[in-house]
């Protein structure tokens, strides 16, 4: 199982737990997330079921962000010790919308990491989650 060497260097990160229940209180509203230059943030999911689809549509400013997925199990393995489901990718978010989906093929955690590490620039993410069953 790969590790996320990248989280375990940057000086701080901002943690969001999410339930499904949480996200469904969101609508078809927006939210927003600021990521420190530096620094990343993580959207942690918990699916208690497996089946439903975990839908993401990001963008940001001024500049790019890096993006990935990750699983766990349990919240007693560290994320750092993740299952990389979407490697880190660099993504032009402030030139287009990205979007994409996943399967929940298993119960656990599923991590959404922001990462800002490599940028000189606070970056300011607008971000809907969307989970169907």
Same mark, same amino acid.
């Given at each position: 199982?790969?590790?996320?060497?990248?989280?375990?260097?940057?000086?701080?990160?901002?943690?969001?737990?999410?339930?499904?229940?949480?996200?469904?209180?969101?609508?078809?509203?927006?939210?927003?997330?600021?990521? +420190? @230059?530096?620094?990343? =943030? *993580?959207?942690?999911?918990?699916?208690? $079921?497996?089946?439903?689809?975990? #839908?993401? %549509?990001?963008?940001?400013?001024? +500049? @790019?962000?890096?993006? =990935? *997925?990750?699983?766990?199990?349990?919240? $007693?393995?560290?994320?750092?010790? #993740?299952? %990389?489901?979407?490697?880190?990718?660099?993504?032009?978010?402030?030139?287009?919308?990205?979007?994409?989906?996943?399967?929940?093929?298993?119960?656990?955690?599923?991590?959404?990491?922001?990462?800002?590490?490599?940028?000189?620039?606070?970056?300011?993410?607008?971000?809907?989650?969307?989970?169907?069953?």
């Amino acid at each position: 199982m790969p590790t996320l060497p990248l989280l375990s260097g940057c000086v701080s990160r901002l943690v969001v737990p999410l339930s499904i229940e949480d996200i469904a209180l969101f609508g078809d509203g927006s939210r927003e997330l600021f990521v +420190k @230059s530096s620094c990343y =943030s *993580v959207i942690t999911i918990a699916v208690v $079921d497996c089946g439903p689809t975990v #839908s993401w %549509v990001f963008s940001s400013e001024p +500049k @790019s962000i890096s993006f =990935s *997925v990750v699983y766990r199990e349990t919240a $007693d393995v560290p994320v750092e010790q #993740s299952k %990389v489901l979407i490697p880190l990718t660099r993504c032009n978010s402030h030139k287009e919308t990205i979007q994409g989906q996943l399967k929940v093929r298993n119960p656990g955690l599923y991590t959404l990491i922001f990462d800002n590490s490599f940028s000189r620039y606070d970056t300011l993410h607008t971000f809907i989650i969307i989970i169907t069953l």
